[in-house]
Antibody, heavy 118, light 106 residues
Framework: QVQLQESGPGLVKPSETLSLTCTVS????????WSWIRQPQGKRLEWIGY???????KYNPSLKSRATISVDTSKQQFSLRLSSVTAADTAVYYC????????????WGQGTLVTVSS | EIVLTQSPATLSLSPGERASLSCRAS??????LAWYQHNPGQAPRLLIY???NRATGIPARFSGSGSGTDFTLTISSLEPEDFAVYYC????????FGQGTRLEIK
């Protein structure tokens, strides 16, 4: 069973860049898609984007090109960078493994809260 | 953008009862709908994908039905561990989620 764990700063200042890493264990990252999803408190889940093991990311257009997802299979990690953050980016951020090519999320991390505040 | 609307917002039932949760899409998503269970503080769990396919290890008491714009998640006989928040998700267009249904113990 693949396990995922998010890590990164819990507090980011407005206008700065949010950076998170997801470490994958219990299985190879090869030939799979890996995704980031977030949930502001009291709001619905929002898909941020996903990436295949060789790159080729796809993003939610609503983020207006602020998100960048990268992968390092040698470290069993993938990462999220979100630029020019505002208070609206305060959320619990989840990393997840995509089930095959089906664009559903079969394994999730427990999530990490990121607060944007000065 | 496809908007998913779940109902009811909260469902109060007792263990052993049958639960039916609804997810309605603002336009057709064909059968490209999934359901997740989430207990706060834990990782969400994939239950159903492509409207009616149970994910690996999911008990048979969970079933999904529907196509187009109307979908239902049914739990045939509630177990204590089933009381949680349930989300639907579509992948027919830009991936989006419903707002959730909280299943609570009556």
């Amino acid at each position: 069973q693949v396990q995922l764990q998010e890590s990164g700063p819990g507090l980011v200042k407005p206008s700065e860049t949010l950076s998170l890493t997801c470490t994958v264990s219990g299985g190879s990252m090869r030939s799979s898609y890996w995704s980031w999803i977030r949930q502001p408190q009291g709001k619905r889940l929002e898909w941020i984007g996903y990436i295949f093991d060789n790159g080729s990311p796809k993003y939610n257009p609503s983020l207006k090109s602020r998100a960048t997802i990268s992968v390092d299979t040698s470290k069993q990690q993938f990462s999220l960078r979100l630029s020019s953050v505002t208070a609206a980016d305060t959320a619990v951020y989840y990393c997840a493994k995509v089930k095959g090519w089906l664009e559903v999320f079969e394994n999730w991390g427990q999530g990490t809260l990121v607060t944007v505040s000065s | 953008e496809i908007v998913l609307t779940q109902s009811p917002a909260t469902l109060s039932l007792s263990p052993g009862e049958r639960a039916s949760l609804s997810c309605r899409a603002s336009q057709s998503v064909r059968s490209s709908l999934a359901w997740y269970q989430h207990n706060p503080g834990q990782a969400p769990r994939l239950l159903i994908y492509d409207a009616s396919n149970r994910a690996t290890g999911i008990p048979a008491r969970f079933s999904g039905s529907g196509s187009g714009t109307d979908f239902t998640l049914t739990i045939s006989s509630l177990e204590p561990e089933d009381f949680a928040v349930y989300y639907c998700q579509q992948r027919n267009d830009v991936i989006s989620f419903g707002q959730g249904t909280r299943l609570e113990i009556k």
